[in-house]
């Protein structure tokens, strides 16, 4: 590989990096607009402190844990070694493969707050900032890594030959089995569910900024998965990463029209926050293998996604009183084990193995997250009080409204 291959490659990973990373916006604008007002300011620092948590973590311990190299103890122990990653410990060579470390770092760090911010959605307006930083701390250091290096580290996962391009399961699934072990724990809002089992709708405070939000995660979500080709510095991979991209737009357009059809046939209104959900449905279900569909798959695999979404959201919320503000289990969770489970319709991986893989996924993650989040329960109490909850996040734990003008 000449200098210039290995300068345009790393170039391409930090820039696409850049684009992940522009998708913490987009998550912190559409769980700001689809929560109250009163807890918008609270979301708001959820999300600049996950991110800037993730960041250290992820130097800290995670990235040794997910690439341990030689220090791995087994297929699914990865072991610990402070010496692989070396960032800014010399001078930088060729010899760790087609672009920098310091670039690959970059590019997997985001990552790790992703699904740290699929967890913040599925909490919002009822669980206390400090608890919620602390479990962000063992997510972010510990258990995404462990399950990351099992596919993207050359473990367990990927010897069985599960298929995971960008992440539908290691991210995605990641996140909301993370958010449905904390909602499990924290229990409904307030005022969400009635005694004789009805059920209150509680509207977001600014559906112009999730929209935004949405728009937002739709842009960065071409590095996320673009990016993870990890190269452009031949034609093969230019060629691969100009499918991806299709391939991503076009499984995001598929969900929005799937979600807004499936609401217009079943409820008789077009709902704007299922449109919402359904372009992020699209988007986590091609994440799992955006590189081999052609278009037209491609749009139907989101177009699936966004009826999938539809009824999860509606059946979480309704039938099974699981209470997510923001609809992340169902798009990040749901969607993404059908994206998971849809990477063989375009040859991709196998069906067992698919399901095998989000099944060890999922189990991992709830059961580590449950036990943490019991914990910080028993030992500092995670969910807000009454009394805050009522007044607000905002004022409770901020002391900053984010509406101060509205009352």
Known sequence: MTELEFALNTFYLLMSGALVM???AGFTMLEAGLVRSKNAAEIVTKNLGLFSIACVMYLVCGFFIMYPGDSAVSAWVPGFSLSYLGLGMGDQDMSYGSYSEGSDFFFQVVFVATAMSIVSGAVAERMKLLPFFAFAVVLTGFIYPVQ??????????DALGYTDF?????????????ALAAVFILGARKGKYGENGSVYAIPGS???????GALVLWLGWFGFNGGSQLAINTAAD??????????TNMSAAGGVLGALFASKIFSGKADVTMAINGAIAGLVAITAAPDTPTGGLATLIGLVGGVIVYFSVIILDTKLKIDDPVGAISAHGTVGIWGIMATPLSGAGAF???????????????????????????????????????????????GVEAYPDFK
């Not at 600014?206 to 935004?212: G, S, Y």
């Open 22 to 24: 522009w998708m913490a």
């Open 148 to 157: 990351g290096y099992w596919k993207w580290g050359g473990g367990g996962l």
């Open 352 to 398: 067992g193995t698919q399901f095998l893989g989000a099944l060890i996924i999922f189990a991992w993650v709830f059961v580590t997250s449950f036990i943490v989040l019991k914990i910080l329960d028993s030992v500092v109490g995670i969910r807000a009080s009454d009394e805050d909850e009522e007044i607000g996040l905002d004022k409770a734990e901020i």
């Open 238 to 247: 230019a060629i691969a990463v100009g499918q991806v991209f299709l391939n």
């Open 206 to 212: 600014n559906i112009p900024i999730a929209a935004l």
């Open 166 to 178: 960008a992440g539908s399961g290691v991210v995605h699934l990641c996140g909301a089995a993370a």
